[in-house]
């Protein structure tokens, strides 16, 4: 894994440490890290969209993520054995990642460019500044 550019965290940064790298970016936050495991479900997930973008008959090249949005999933439960005979939760944090992509139309000219329009009240300016 190549660490290049850090993730900045700007919401929970009870957890991770800081990093001299967060200073590089334009956020003034100096907690970060190198999440490697996100990283590779996230590009997992858009080589998914790519080829799902290919069976819809759409061009890959013209295609723009418009929104992207993560919500929190139910989480998994399992169990982990302790001393004494105890029993703890082993819960994960589940989430679910929505992408929306649109493919990008080509440029169109405008039909109605080469006509200007004029409100009434700029008509009777045109009109008065004519008979001057």
């Known amino acids: 894994m190549v660490k290049k550019n850090i993730i900045p965290f700007r919401r929970f940064t009870g957890g991770p440490g800081r990093h001299a790298m967060c200073k590089n970016l334009l956020v003034h936050h100096h907690n970060g890290r190198f999440p490697?495991?996100?990283?590779?479900?996230?590009?997992?997930?858009?080589?998914?969209?790519?080829?799902?973008?290919?069976?819809?008959?759409?061009?890959?090249?013209?295609?723009?993520?418009?929104?992207?949005?993560?919500?929190?999933?139910?989480?998994?439960?399992?169990?982990?054995?302790?001393?004494?005979?105890?029993?703890?939760?082993?819960?994960?944090?589940?989430?679910?990642?929505?992408?929306?992509?649109?493919?990008?139309?080509?440029?169109?000219?405008?039909?109605d460019k080469g006509q200007v329009r004029v409100t009434k009240k700029q008509a009777a300016k045109n009109r008065l500044a004519i008979g001057k």
Do not use: M, W
Request: proline share 3%; glycine share 4%.
């Open 36 to 111: 490697a495991k996100s990283a590779k479900h996230v590009l997992g997930l858009l080589n998914n969209l790519k080829s799902n973008a290919e069976a819809q008959s759409l061009d890959p090249e013209k295609c723009v993520i418009t929104h992207v949005c993560t919500q929190r999933a139910v989480s998994g439960r399992r169990r982990t054995y302790r001393a004494h005979g105890r029993i703890s939760p082993y819960l994960s944090s589940n989430c679910h990642v929505e992408f929306h992509v649109t493919e990008k139309a080509d440029q169109v000219e405008r039909a």
